[in-house]
């Protein structure tokens, strides 16, 4: 008995090494337009999120990939995802677009129609669910910061922030509400109604707070 | 004695009667865009003032003129304004604009920029008060009566509506605040969240009930 | 020797024959915008490319099908390609599309980008030259037939028209140039500067002597 | 005899100097947008108008000022009229506005419809030659350079070029044509088909050649 017992424990020992041991990182691309470039930059929120892992030990069991290219729209993340997401092997993809389907509209006459963001945004889902991808979505955060409800695009990104939180439920896709965040952080926040500042430089792109907050909404979902 | 208060009463009775035949209707323009010329057509909100003002008995006090064009925005009033509201000697004049000085953003390109919507409104408003004409403004309904702040245009609505609230206190006029009441209304009516057929057949025109609204809120204002 | 010419020729005959029966009709499908979409009902283009055949007597040799659909852009082509080309196993595609990618910037803000126009352009033509499918491209026309060079969007789909004949070099597709096309035929034909009514009713959709246009060019490249 | 040629040619000398004397310098304002806010910096084409007369030793009877503002279109003119020109009395004003119309339509979304430019130039004009002021208007020059006609606002910009040159005629304007004078170096200058770099340092705004077009052609009509 006595050396049955034993065997096994070293059997199970062994098992358990060798798992932790061929344990890969879990590798995670954040796929988006130029707030996810920036975040992937000193400072941005991907090395924030980095260093939370950093501080709970879990270091190494996440590896973390910047795949954002500025003025990026729904269906450029569609047009580029082979060889920027599918080709890095990824166990999770953080999708984080939509500010350009709606300011593109006004800025260059070549915004994304509603129905064509979701079905872009459906397509991209579909091809990394298909390949055993994790998926997390995140609402598109402002187009100006002010709290009253009169930043120009309010309305629209209201609309695209809805359309993604459908797409999360029906695709069984975690999600980052963004939108709804960056807007309970400004009720609060931001008493002179100003409209950047707060959480951004320039009504879109990310401070070190908005920077922070980001890591902070993201790393709740992935280590959910 | 008796001579004398006859002659009294006859006096006043001629002073009497004299004002009354002196008394010249108040003059009202309704100036604006398609809302405006729809409501000077039957089954629209001028007639029906007109008709509440015959119920109070105050019909033969006021002389309601539409003057709305179609597609209008605030320049294309200050361009006409001279032919189509001076030359009617308007005591009153109810400015109703800026639904396509934002619609038209999206649908042409040639929306009106916020800064220069503020200066030609002033500019008519100085106009008109330095003939001593009383200026009522109304902010823009709905562009889509959604009530969960995902029309497309309701952030910009929201801010031109502010401008026009800011201008009316800024100029002493009499606001009607259709923004406002339009939104007040549908979050008690629109449960379903449509984006039109509760106050408009299209989102944007009045249907009867949209007209009702805006003819009782017009005559708030018109008997302060 | 007799015995053998004979059976050779009694054999060549029977497949020859049984080639001329199992010559199965060439299928077109003609996949684009709402002028393809027209160019399907009676009095379009499409029935007038098979009354030609007719004339000609290839009637048989030839299966056309419409495949047009109202407000399409070139990414609108690319999402429904595999139901409403692929699965209908053409032997050629007739792409005509791009009046809508560079109009709806105006009257949306939700045109094309040049690059991204490109780029689905060229992913469509893969996926069919993929499958063998013969492919043939279309410059688009007009919107506004004035020929003093002030139509709104004349150097826009200048453009666009120029990225198309690049790619129809590019990947070895035939090429029916209507911009070209409509010019010359409204340089000589319309005199008086009109921005309709001359091949189209409104500037972009075909009239009688336009569907005869695009269906005589048409023509040309199909039986080349 | 004598001494009648004598007084004869004492008065003329009189009259003559006392011209001289009275002759106060022609002044001229340029109103425009960016073009010519920087027109009036050091290397801009006012500066070179400046030059030129002086070489021709006419510094002495001209007065040149700039009134340019960045992003101005012609309701902007309009508005700031009376404090930016006829506060500084000019005796000719030379206008030189529109790309900001055009450009605007689909960088902002709000350029300016056709007919309302129209109105807004005529009134401008109405207002300056009340006031026995030359007018002097220039059609707008590029937005891109490319003479394969694929600027994309290539048709716009004719358009409202082609306005311009009608409002010349029928308000007895000077005209200084950029639009043909810009097309045309650009046919000679421009083999490579470059969008910006011959004229303009970015299509728009004008590079040393461009200034020295500029004064040229300005010159021309100045001293017609």
């Known amino acids: 008995m006595k050396f049955i017992s034993r065997s096994v424990f070293v059997i199970c020992l062994f098992m358990i090494v060798s798992a932790m041991l061929n344990q890969k990182a ?3 691309v954040f796929f988006g337009d130029s707030i996810t470039e920036a975040g992937a930059r000193p400072g941005g929120f991907i090395g924030m999120i980095g260093d939370a892992l950093t501080k709970k030990g879990l270091a190494s069991q996440y590896e973390l990939i910047g795949a954002g290219i500025g003025g990026n729209k729904v269906y450029d993340l569609y047009l580029r995802m082979d060889d920027d997401v599918l080709a890095k092997k990824p166990d999770v993809v953080v999708i984080w677009i939509g500010v350009n389907d709606v300011w593109h509209k006004a800025s260059f006459g070549t915004g994304t129609d509603a129905d064509k963001f979701e079905k872009f945004y459906a397509a991209i889902i579909k091809k990394l669910q298909a390949q ?19 930043n120009q695009q309010d309305g629209d990104l209201n609309k ?10 029906q695709y069984h896709c975690g999600l980052v509400d963004f939108r709804k965040a960056f807007l309970e952080y400004n009720l609060k926040n931001n008493p002179d109604n100003k409209d950047r ?28």
Do not use: S, W
């Not at 055993?132 to 009169?150: M, S």
């Open 26 to 28: 879990k590798r995670i």
């Open 197 to 224: 500042g707060i959480l951004t430089v320039d009504g879109v792109h990310l401070n070190e707070k908005g920077n922070q907050l980001a890591a902070d909404k993201m790393l709740e979902v992935l280590l959910k």
């Open 160 to 169: 695209y922030a809805q359309i993604i939180r459908n797409i999360a439920a």
């Open 132 to 150: 055993n991808i994790q998926v997390i979505l995140c609402t598109p955060a402002t187009i100006g910061e002010k709290t009253d409800f009169t």
